[in-house]
């Protein structure tokens, strides 16, 4: 199984501050025959279920902000907030979807300063 | 619009099967592309994937777990079922359904979740 790991797991911000959140798999998420990284990002906003942030790599979900973006290659991923809001608050989960089984890194925890 | 939701027990004893429903609406199981997975999630902790059916009725499931699950689904009714078996404590956990379709192979949209607790 690829494993997906998210250090840190809390993440302390100030608003109006860009915050940076990374994830690192153990296999490389390029698939070589269609060119597509099949990582995704999620956020778990307190008390809700997971919602759809970024697709594959870099493609913001619908209704996503343009204050979020995602990057990265083979191993190594980051999503970045440009400029943090109190309402970004809650669990990012990253995820792998190259591979079966599907994998999610722990969360990262973004909390207001 | 696009809707999942999930039910079942509350409380499983241990050693118990867990039957899960998610039922779907705003769009059918039989639509070529559609396939839905079950994730967990047990409290404070990550989120892991368990299982997928697809349109078509193949079947994925996760590594550790796979000896334990059984996924299905009922197109005319809208339902897509998960069981688990030998339920144990550490089985406590929320459990979501959630779907990809064609051309947008991600979760998307989530159902609201329920929480299962095993405990005698």
């Known amino acids: 199984d690829i494993v997906m790991t998210q250090p840190p797991l809390s993440l302390p911000v100030t608003p109006g501050e860009p915050a940076s959140i990374s994830c690192r798999s153990s296999q490389n998420l390029l698939d070589s025959e269609d060119g597509n990284t099949y990582l995704d990002w999620y956020l778990q906003k307190p008390g809700q279920s997971p919602q759809l942030l970024i697709h594959t790599l870099s493609h913001r979900a619908s209704g996503v902000p343009d204050r979020f973006s995602g990057s990265g290659s083979g191993t190594e991923f980051t999503l970045k907030i440009s400029r943090v809001e109190a309402e970004d608050v809650g669990v990012y989960h990253c995820m792998q979807r190259l591979d079966f089984p599907y994998t999610f890194g722990q969360g990262t925890k973004l909390v207001i300063k | 619009q696009v809707t999942l939701k999930e039910s079942g027990p509350a409380l499983v004893k241990p050693t118990q099967t867990l039957t899960l429903t998610c039922t779907v609406s705003?769009?059918?199981?039989?639509?070529?592309?559609?396939?839905v997975s079950w994730i967990r999630q047990p409290p404070g902790q990550a989120l892991e994937w368990l299982a997928r059916i697809d349109w078509d009725d193949d079947k994925f499931y996760s590594t550790s777990l796979k000896s334990r699950l059984t996924i299905s689904k009922d197109a005319s009714k809208n339902r897509v079922v998960l069981t688990m078996t030998n339920m144990d404590p550490v089985d406590t956990a929320t459990y979501y359904c959630?779907?990809?379709?064609?051309?947008?192979?991600?979760?998307?949209?989530w159902g609201q979740g329920t929480l299962v607790t095993v405990s005698s």
């Open positions: 705003g769009f059918s199981l039989s639509t070529s592309g559609v396939r």
């Open positions: 959630t779907t990809m379709f064609r051309g947008r192979d991600w979760f998307d949209p």
